[in-house]
């Protein structure tokens, strides 16, 4: 079974450009999560999305923006770059949400963004 | 919201000793705890789950422990290797958000 993809795995901007990341969950995978990894921060929840609806959302402006796909594909848009959004960005798959037993997460390799 | 803490300082261990690392968290105790494995560059990988009424979930060599009153989960590594080398994570779902802690590098020297 295919693992979770994510697309570009790298990807450089300038500050003020807006950017769209793509995850391909695991085959059978309803929920998708989105997390951002910085040094300073750690492992920090985007949010959830599980049959095209997003189910949560942590604590990031608005310039952070999601969407699932009826084949659960999600994809991630940033608007407006700052250099603080450098980071690498992880999706996770699930079958109906992280956290419960048999609904573990599987993480992709993540992409690397970094912001001019 | 929920606040969990790991030791950031690196855990530096001998070969074929145990690992403890330990994960503690701020408001009431989760349904379920997690552990997973960093490697750098890599998204984390899936260890174990322990749930709140499990005192003590083992798979190979590894370990964890959940005490609620203390709020706090035990991570071991029994035997360890080099190949355990890595940053470990625990987390935990609180009101439908998971939080990650920042994670506890190890260092198995041979």
């Known amino acids: 079974k295919a693992g979770v993809t994510q697309t570009p795995r790298y990807l450089i901007k300038t500050r003020g450009q807006q950017v769209t990341l793509s995850c391909s969950p695991i085959?059978?995978?309803?929920?998708v999560s989105w997390y951002q990894q910085t040094p300073g921060q750690g492992l920090q929840f985007l949010f959830e999305y599980f049959s095209e609806t997003q189910r949560n959302k942590g604590n990031f402006p608005g310039r952070f923006s999601g969407r699932q796909f009826s084949n659960s594909r999600s994809e991630m848009n940033v608007s407006t770059l700052e250099l603080g959004d450098s980071a690498l960005y992880l999706c996770?798959?699930?079958?109906?949400?992280?956290?419960?037993?048999?609904?573990?997460?599987?993480f992709g390799p993540g992409t690397r963004l970094t912001v001019l | 919201s929920q606040k969990i803490e790991q030791n950031s300082e690196a855990l530096n261990i001998q070969e074929g000793k145990t690992a403890t690392l330990t994960c503690n968290y701020t408001n009431y105790s989760p349904a379920y705890l997690q552990w997973y494995r960093q490697d750098p560059g890599r998204g984390p990988v899936f260890l174990l789950l322990i749930r709140e009424n499990e005192k003590e979930k083992r798979k190979e060599r590894l370990k964890v422990t959940f005490d609620t009153t203390l709020k706090q989960s035990l991570f071991h590594i029994t035997a360890s290797q080099p190949a355990d080398s890595a940053t470990y994570l625990c987390?935990?779902?609180?009101?439908?958000?998971?939080?990650f802690g920042s994670g506890t590098k190890l260092n198995v020297k041979p």
């Open positions: 996770a798959s699930s079958l109906g949400g992280g956290g419960s037993p048999g609904n573990e997460q599987f």
């Open positions: 987390a935990l779902r609180d009101f439908n958000k998971f939080y």
């Open positions: 085959s059978g995978h309803r929920s």
